[in-house]
């Protein structure tokens, strides 16, 4: 079992900035590759942004390239997202996600455990 906690989610205008954090315990953190995914109301939970087990390789969504970082200290157990020149279609909930073995991926059913996820509001 892995157990995931995100945080650092809240209220921000647009343009502005916020780090996410996902805290994860219970197995060893560098066998998992670690992704976001978000959820707005009334849609489906996407993916955001992934990362392997030793940070060298990422993907992101088209709509976030160039504004979000995902990265990782396996040392502290924690992935972070960093959300820069954020835009209200940003708002949702944020899941962070774990997948074991390492390879980072995409699909949502690819990832084995899902954490309580942490809002993002963007206002206009």
């Known amino acids: 079992q892995v157990q995931l906690v995100e945080s650092g989610g809240g209220l921000v205008q647009a343009g502005g900035s916020l780090r996410l954090s996902c805290a994860a315990s219970g197995r060893t953190f560098s066998y998992y590759a670690m992704g976001w995914f978000r959820q707005a109301p009334g849609k489906e939970r996407e993916f955001v942004a992934a990362i392997s087990w030793g940070g060298g390789t990422t993907y992101y969504a088209d709509s976030v390239k160039g504004r979000f970082t995902i990265s990782r200290d396996n040392a502290k157990n924690t992935v972070y997202l960093q959300m820069n020149s954020l835009k209200p279609e940003d708002t949702a909930n944020y899941y962070c996600?774990?997948?074991?073995?390492?390879?980072?991926?995409?699909?949502?059913?690819?990832?084995?455990?899902w954490g309580q996820g942490t809002q993002v509001t963007v206002s206009s």
């Open positions: 996600a774990a997948k074991y073995g390492g390879v980072a991926a995409v699909r949502r059913g690819d990832y084995d455990y």
